[in-house]
């Protein structure tokens, strides 16, 4: 089993979009009919999907709102992350856990918490 997609609620959904192409390594974009949410799909084929608020799903599904995520990174891929989230506008916030790995937090636009780990659950 694998982790398939997970959805943010956005207030503003071209400006998050905006700032997730660039903050998250994706192959394409799908983009739905109503154009109220779309999909960077990543290289493993899973989804980071952002919904406006308010859309409504498949049996009236929504979004997560105040979501904490975290995608694992390289270790040598850390400071080049710090930068990109410091030159987006969002504050780099930082944390060395007991193993020697670091973490990067950030928060978007919405509250949601994003993070970059240089290890894994394993």
């Given at each position: 089993m694998r982790l398939l997609e997970i959805h943010l609620e956005v207030a503003d959904l071209e400006r998050s979009l905006a700032l997730y192409s660039k903050l998250i390594a994706h192959t394409r974009i799908e983009e739905w009919d109503d154009r109220a949410a779309v999909a960077l799909v990543l290289e493993d084929g899973s989804a980071f999907g952002l919904w406006?608020?308010?859309?409504?799903?498949?049996h009236d599904s929504r979004?997560?709102?105040?979501?904490?995520?975290?995608?694992e990174i390289r270790p040598d891929e850390y400071d080049e992350d710090v930068v990109r989230i410091r030159a987006?506008?969002?504050?780099?916030?930082?944390?060395?856990?007991?193993?020697?790995?670091?973490?990067?937090?950030?928060?978007?636009?919405?509250?949601?918490?994003?993070?970059?780990?240089t290890t894994d659950w394993e």
């Open positions: 406006k608020k308010g859309k409504l799903g498949i979004g997560g709102e105040h979501v904490h995520f975290a995608f987006l506008g969002l504050e780099p916030l930082h944390y060395v856990w007991p193993s020697g790995h670091r973490s990067v937090y950030f928060f978007d636009y919405d509250g949601n918490q994003g993070e970059f780990m």
